[in-house]
């Protein structure tokens, strides 16, 4: 990263630590055990590797919620997730970005990052309609997916 961005806070440095290390001692082995899950996969169901998501991706998750990692890309305005600046996730997503599951396992991944701004957006749904109210919660703690 350019030195021109490349700043600290405690908060900051703290967070980088606690994220590398999940990476190391998380990440980096539950990849090898999604890998071996995926290609279980591939014979138990005639060549489709991705018929069942593999558990080490969800056990993977439930960790990094377990320590605070979970939606580290909500802006430091919305009040939830880390609250972080853009440049200060920028640092964090640098990390991530060594591990090819490791923003998957944040929640970090696109194409929600991508959208800094609208998945934030339906934490703030309030709508007469539970379901929709619902929905909104599901997809900011990835009990389903969005669609952006």
């Not at 890309?73 to 600046?85: H, N, R």
Request: net charge positive; with cysteine.
């Amino acid at each position: 990263m350019s030195e021109a961005f490349n700043f600290s806070s405690p908060k900051l440095d703290q967070l980088k630590d606690k994220l590398g290390k999940f990476c190391v001692e998380h990440v980096a082995p539950a990849m090898v055990r999604m890998e071996e899950q995926l290609l279980a996969n591939a014979k138990k169901h005639n060549g489709n590797r991705f018929a069942e998501i593999p558990k080490a991706i969800d056990d993977v998750k439930a960790k990094a919620k377990e320590l605070g990692l979970w939606n580290l890309w909500i802006p430091k305005s919305y009040g939830v997730g880390a609250g972080l600046t853009n440049l200060e996730y920028a640092q964090l997503a640098e990390i991530m970005g060594r591990y090819p599951l490791a923003s998957e396992a944040c929640n970090c991944s696109a194409p929600d990052t991508g959208n800094m701004v609208g998945r934030p957006i339906l934490l703030f749904i309030d709508s007469p309609f539970p379901i929709l109210n619902r929905l909104c919660m599901q997809a900011c703690t990835i009990s389903c997916r969005s669609a952006f």
